[in-house]
C-alpha cells in the first residue's frame, strides 16, 4: 500500500520540481527587487522546496542572511548565516531601522499578504501597475506616492519598476506588468506554500482508493460466485 502511494505521488510531482512557473519568476522578483523592504516571517527558507528549487540553491540563498545566535560573552547581540529551518525575516535589523528607511513606516511582512489583502493577489498586480504621474491638480502628503488603484489615490510606497530590473532564467522579457504578475503569483503561492503538494498526495490518495475499490469489488463478485456455485 505504501509503496503504490509513494509511486503515484513521485510520479506526480516529476516535471513540475524545475519548470518555470509564474511563482517562481515571482521569487526571483521578491529576491531581487521586493525583499529589501518586505519579510516573509512566517516561511521557511525550506519551504521554498515546494516551489521546485534545489536543495543547494535553498542552502545558498539562506547563507545569504543572518539571524540572531545569542549573546557573546560581553552581552552583545550575536548572529550567524541562516539555514533551510530558518524563517525569512526582515531585511532590516529592528522596527526603528525599518521606520527610519521608510518614512515611519514598516513595510508590511508578506507571508499572507494575498489572503490578508481584499481582493487577493489579483489586487495586488493591478496596485503595481498603478503608478502615475502626480495630475497638476492634486497635492499629496509629504512621503507619498501617486497611485490609481489606492482609495486616496496616493501610497507610501514609491514604484518599485523600471523594465529589465531582473533578468529571468527563462528568458521572459522582465516588463513592469510581468514582473507584477509574478510578484503576485509568488504571494498567492507564499501565502499557502504546501497547497500543490496536498493536492498531489490528494490526487495520490484518490486513485490509490480508486484502485483498491476496484480490487474489492473484484475480489467481491469472485466470492459470490463461488457461493453461488
Known amino acids: 500500500m505504501k509503496t503504490i502511494v509513494s509511486a503515484l505521488f513521485l510520479a506526480a510531482s516529476l516535471g513540475a520540481a524545475h519548470a518555470d512557473t509564474a511563482a517562481q519568476r515571482g521569487f526571483i522578483v521578491y529576491r531581487q527587487v521586493c525583499g529589501t523592504c518586505h519579510s516573509l516571517k512566517q516561511v521557511r527558507y525550506a519551504d521554498l ?6 536543495v543547494g ?10 539571524v540572531p545566535d ?31 528607511a521608510n518614512h515611519g513606516d514598516i513595510p508590511p511582512d508578506f507571508s499572507r499578504r494575498a489572503l490578508t489583502q481584499r481582493g487577493g493577489s489579483a489586487w495586488i498586480a493591478h ?26 489615490k496616493h501610497i507610501g510606497m514609491p514604484s518599485p519598476w523600471h523594465p529589465g530590473q531582473v533578468t529571468y532564467r527563462d528568458g521572459t522579457p522582465a516588463s513592469v506588468p510581468r514582473m ?47 457461493r453461488k456455485s
Open 127 to 152: 496596485m503595481l501597475q498603478s503608478y502615475a504621474s502626480v495630475p497638476p491638480d492634486l497635492k499629496l502628503p509629504a512621503g507619498s506616492f501617486y497611485n490609481t488603484a489606492m482609495p486616496h
Open 70 to 100: 545569542g549573546v557573546d560573552e560581553d552581552g552583545d547581540p550575536k548572529t550567524r548565516p541562516a539555514t533551510p529551518e530558518d524563517t525569512i525575516g526582515s531585511p532590516y535589523p529592528n522596527d526603528t531601522m525599518a521606520r527610519l
Open 180 to 226: 507584477a504578475q509574478d510578484i503576485a503569483a509568488f504571494l498567492d503561492w507564499i501565502a499557502r506554500p504546501h497547497l500543490e503538494t496536498r493536492h498531489r498526495v490528494g490526487v495520490a490518495v484518490l486513485v490509490y482508493l480508486a484502485i483498491m475499490t476496484g480490487l474489492m469489488y473484484a475480489l467481491k463478485t469472485r466470492v459470490w460466485r463461488r
Open 49 to 54: 522546496a515546494d516551489l521546485g528549487l534545489p
Open 57 to 66: 540553491d535553498i542552502k545558498a540563498y539562506a547563507a545569504q542572511h543572518q
